[in-house]
């Protein structure tokens, strides 16, 4: 895989990324996210396929990229196609700050160390170029605007964003409420994407001890039964403090 073009959990964690306080929206919800978001961008690249409710390995070979293939090498281990809710809800230690201390090397964010309550060290994250967040955006503003059906990409990254809350973030407000709908409805494009985004939002609603019938109909446009929207986002989320361990990660 080229590194032409940013990655699915790269992109959610931009969208998620507040500009101002430099915290990330919905931390809990988010790592939910990029672990699924993980998921499309193997699905997007041919190495893996829904199979039901569950995920199979089909192509093992790797991308390129250290931490996508991590977790393509997690699956095949598996050795039998897994189900997405119970992926998703494994433990994810470092995922997110896994992302953003790529970013931080790839230059698309810097880190502003600080401190909470005089004490506890904390490492808030900046976007160093907001045009590449605004790029994102619009792609999503884009298909919400227009109703023209998105590519894959963008259908799951809209499912994402919805999955795990950002909608609030992303169009806040009694003004942001007709689109935060319009981006809850745009899971509907990507099969793909709308079986991890009901995975994540399964397993925030303590579900992932009932297996899925099937995945969402192309033409569904709410979460199945026991399915519920993620919670909106948590505003000023205070900034995670760094941890050596969890910062080390593979240079894509």
């Known amino acids: 895989m080229g590194r032409s073009r940013r990655t699915l959990p790269e992109e959610l964690l931009l969208l998620a990324l507040d500009p101002t306080t430099g915290t990330t929206a919905q931390p809990q919800s988010l790592d939910l996210g990029l672990a699924g978001a993980q998921l499309v961008e193997l699905a997007l690249a041919g190495r893996i396929a829904p199979d039901g409710d569950r995920i199979a390995v089909v192509a093992p070979r790797p991308t390129g990229d250290p931490t996508l293939d991590c977790a393509l090498e997690l699956l095949r281990r598996r050795g039998a196609p897994v189900r997405a809710v119970n992926w998703i809800g494994g433990p994810r230690l470092g995922l997110r700050q896994t992302y953003l201390s790529h970013l931080e090397r790839c230059g698309m964010v810097h880190a502003v160390e600080g401190q909470m309550c005089g004490v506890l060290p904390t490492t808030r994250y900046q976007a160093t170029d907001t045009a590449i967040s605004r790029e994102i955006k619009a792609r999503l503003d884009s298909a919400i605007r227009t109703g ?105």
Not at 179 to 195: A, E, F, V, Y
């Open 148 to 252: 023209v059906p998105p590519d894959p990409r963008t259908a799951a990254l809209a499912a994402l964003a919805h999955a795990v809350g950002l909608g609030k973030h992303l169009y806040p407000g009694n003004e942001g409420r007709s689109s935060r709908s319009r981006l809850r409805d745009l899971i509907r494009h990507d099969p793909m994407g709308g079986l991890v985004a009901h995975a994540v939002m399964d397993v925030q609603n303590g579900a992932a001890a009932q297996p899925r019938r099937s995945p969402a109909p192309a033409g569904r446009q709410a979460p199945g039964p026991g399915a519920r929207s993620a919670p909106e986002p948590a505003r000023g989320v205070p900034a995670q403090p760094r941890h050596g361990s969890m910062a080390r990660a593979a240079a894509h």
